[in-house]
């Protein structure tokens, strides 16, 4: 069982910058690959990134390409997410998702039902 904790979320002004973490304990972290997804309220929840094993593959949904980066650090089981030039729309909870398949895709990656484990989701805001 891997318990995932968010952390970073905050109030930020448009153009601003944020980075999240997420820590993971319960398992072999580098045995996952790692996805990024955030949600506004009365949306559905949405690919934002992902980051391979290794951290030597990522993979970016077409609104935050170019602004948001992803990556990990194995040895202390950590993944980030940092965030530049944030927007108003990049408003949501930002959660962070771990998974296993045997093969990584863009697809895959990018669907919320193939991870296994959640995190609680941090809170970003964007104000304009």
């Known amino acids: 069982q891997v318990q995932l904790v968010e952390s970073g979320g905050g109030l930020v002004q448009a153009g601003g910058s944020l980075r999240l973490s997420c820590a993971a304990s319960?398992?072999?972290?580098?045995?996952?690959?790692m996805g990024w997804f955030r949600q506004a309220p009365g949306k559905e929840r949405e690919f934002v990134a992902a980051?391979?094993?290794?951290?030597?593959?990522?993979y970016y949904a077409d609104s935050v390409k170019g602004r948001f980066t992803t990556s990990r650090d194995n040895a202390k089981n950590t993944v980030y997410l940092q965030m530049n030039s944030l927007k108003p729309e990049d408003t949501a909870v930002y959660y962070c998702?771990?998974?296993?398949?045997?093969?990584?895709?863009?697809?895959?990656?990018?669907?919320?039902?193939?991870?296994?484990?959640w995190g609680q989701g941090t809170q970003v805001t964007v104000s304009s």
């Open positions: 998702a771990a998974t296993n398949p045997q093969a990584l895709t863009i697809v895959i990656v990018s669907t919320t039902t193939n991870y296994n484990y």
């Open positions: 319960g398992g072999t972290f580098s045995s996952y690959a």
């Open positions: 980051i391979s094993w290794s951290g030597g593959t990522t």
